[in-house]
């Protein structure tokens, strides 16, 4: 007989527990079970616990849901009509107060913003052609994974909830609100307190990474991935970055390799693409 037939399970010990003669020793803190005791899990000390809990929790419901492997991606610019209706907004306040140069930079970033809610809509339809052929193939493979949030995240989710297919969130704990987007498989959705550990979900499983434009977040995303390639830490996955003429503005990739900091080779660990179609196509295998 194996052993966990033997003893009972932790939850049947736990419902026992609940079961003793209330006194002033089973009241004690320190008589709960430690694994239902929230504030000895939540002491500093515990942090090495809390990690690994924070890994296998989702890592067990991913394999209870037979998800084999994602593609991943996010940023935080709003579907055009919202991007549009919010840079009307920004510049009509700014021509009632032409003097103010608070509103005038509000005006011109929401603009900026404005011009690039087309990735929403790349967004969308790269996750619902990566899905919709994850789902004719009847296979968990190619699951949309973003970071649970709103735009390009919430794009990405939608675009997989569209076609029909699971897709995962993997939502963080922020101290301003942060909310899941409403198109997240539900059972898929998870919650983390790290980002290291979040961040090694978003590749444990990854088939590729794609990247739109975004801030801290999506750098910080890109290039942990491609150190873990250039390192040999992660086997090779592709590394498609949407926005060619806002990426070579915003990193100087070139002056890299001129400095002598990275190897010509190393710019070769990612492409750049412009379309769900040509990324599609790249992942599933039909693009060179």
Not at 7 to 27: G, I, K, N, R, W
Not at 58 to 85: C, D, F, M, N, Y
Not at 212 to 233: A, C, N, S
Request: include cysteine.
């Amino acid at each position: 007989m194996k052993s966990k037939e033997v003893f009972p399970s932790a939850q049947e010990d736990a419902q026992a527990a609940e079961l003793c003669v209330q006194s002033p020793q089973t009241l004690s803190p320190s008589y709960r079970l430690a694994h239902r005791d929230s504030d000895f899990l939540l002491k500093d000390e515990l942090r090495p616990v809390r990690l690994q809990l924070e890994l296998l929790k989702p890592e067990l419901l991913l394999q209870e849901h037979h998800v084999e492997s994602t593609i991943i991606g996010g940023a935080r610019i709003p579907e055009p009509a919202i991007a549009i209706k919010e840079a009307k907004e920004a510049e009509t306040a700014s021509a009632k107060d032409p003097a103010n140069t608070t509103l005038a930079r509000t005006a011109k970033i929401a603009k900026r913003i404005a011009d690039k809610a087309k990735y929403y809509e790349e967004a969308r339809r790269f996750a619902y052609l990566i899905s919709q052929a994850a789902v004719s193939s009847k296979q968990n493979s190619s699951i949309i994974v973003t970071g649970g949030g709103p735009g390009i995240m919430e794009a990405a989710n939608r675009g997989a909830y569209e076609a029909g297919a699971q897709s995962v969130g993997l939502n963080i704990v922020l101290p301003f609100e942060q909310r899941p987007n409403g198109y997240i498989t539900p059972e898929l959705c998870f919650q983390f307190h790290y980002f290291a550990i979040r961040k090694m979900h978003f590749l444990m499983r990854a088939r590729a990474l794609v990247v739109f434009p975004g801030g801290y977040g999506t750098l910080d995303e890109l290039f942990d991935t491609l150190i873990l390639i250039q390192t040999r830490k992660i086997k090779p996955i592709p590394v498609l970055i949407f926005g060619r003429k806002f990426w070579r503005r915003i990193i100087k990739f070139d002056a890299l390799v001129e400095e002598g900091t990275i190897s010509p080779q190393d710019i070769k660990l990612f492409r750049y693409v412009e379309t769900a179609e040509e990324a599609a196509d790249i992942i599933l295998g039909t693009h060179p």
